[in-house]
């Protein structure tokens, strides 16, 4: 179905997001017939680009991030004939009384205004907005991580942009909300009958959490160094993995009932500071060492620096102090330049009660359900069956198999496409609320000052391993192994 007509004004429209992925994103939506004839695309950047230059600039984004057979001709001549430019000083008057002539030529639009630039821009833009006039009831704007460097910067932002759009109106994004397999948490949660009788402490002896990745920090080298992984990953993406994982069954799959449980887990997470960071969390940072059998040097090389006390890696313990999740521990971990590309939750449940079998049957390993996000997304139920023979009793865990390349046969659309139709749709449901955004900051914050604070070690680790062996201590302390090494 057709989204309604629209303005998407890109600020930061000749940027790394908008060429890897918001172009390329509205053009898939484009090939798939949800875009409007009046639908415009609005690219705003300091940089003096003639149309013609952005124009390139859209091609080439297109080509470097499109796969080529999807580029059909008449595509591309529909897409770009949705393209505009306009040199905007964003934080000075030039070039804004242009975009508020172009905005009103489609006064009845929706009109969404996405701030794909560092966050201290955030302010200036707002205020320019406010003060030209560009704010109409159907305007809605979309804000990009990082939301912050810690929950006072994060309140200045939050308020910076509040002093100009109602909450109803502010799109954060966490890019992986809009992932299918994220969203497919949601389903396999709560529309099922057979997982929410199991999902609490009394069958679940623990939960994993990855997220990792095989390339290094790349060109963002910069942003990183300042940032690191619990800022850059744990803040944003992965406590929204915990949280739609732990979540209470929201009362309706609609925008605040779901916020509020989300919000509900964060509060309940419980601290980690001076007192017990050492214990519950392991920092590490990759030297030289081999991905995918290619030699790959190390962080400081990337960034070129002789020093940097940045963690590339974090492993996290965590626990959410409510009735459903108490003593159930959270092993949490990213990093850079791991052993592979894979995000995944794992489900372990406790072992059953009592065996009826004698030792020649084998050992009964507990179940676990592993959701794989991305690549190769699917999900396995491990389930122990007998070995079927003539030799006895002795039983095997086996994987009961879903993928979603095998049953659907089609690649999933990318968050981004997901998530910008929501926007013009005004539905909030996968966006993060201002509370959320602070409860997790509130979390964040003291990790952050006890690493400070204690001085707490970053290990290192060869790139293309695991991590650093303190990660593989942190969770064998509990009696646990993390999958990849079990
Ligand atoms: C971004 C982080 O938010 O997510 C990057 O800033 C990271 O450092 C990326 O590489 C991972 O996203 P995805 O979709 O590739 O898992």
Redo the contacts with the bound molecule.
Sequence with gaps: IQVSAFDLVVFGGTGDLAARKLLPAMFQRDRAGQLPDAGRIIGVSRRPLGDEGYLDFVRTSLRDHVKAADLEPEALARFLARIHFLPVDVTGETGWAELAALLASGADHVRAFYFAVSPDLFAPISQRIKQFGLVTPKSRVVVE?PLGKDGESAREVNAAVACVFEESQVFRID??LG?ETVQNLMALRFANRMFEPLWNSTHIDHIQIT?A?D?G?GE?GGY?DTSGAVR??VQ??ILQLLCLTAMEPPDAFEADSVRDEKLKVLKALKCINDRNAEHCTVRGQYRSGSVNGQPTPGYLLDISKEESDTETFVAIRAEIANWRWAGVPFFLRTG?RLGGRT?EIVVNFRPISHSIFDHTAGRISQNRLVIRL?PDEGMTLEVMIKDPGPGGMRLRSIPLDMSFAETFGVSNPD?YERLLMDVIRGNQTLFMRHDEVAAAWRWVDPILAAWSNTAQRVHHYAAGTWGPSASVALIERDGRTWLEDS
Aim: glycine letters at 0%.
């Design positions: 991580k890019h992986y992932k997220v990745e390339i920090v963002r990183y850059d990953m944003n993406h850079k995000s991305q968050a």
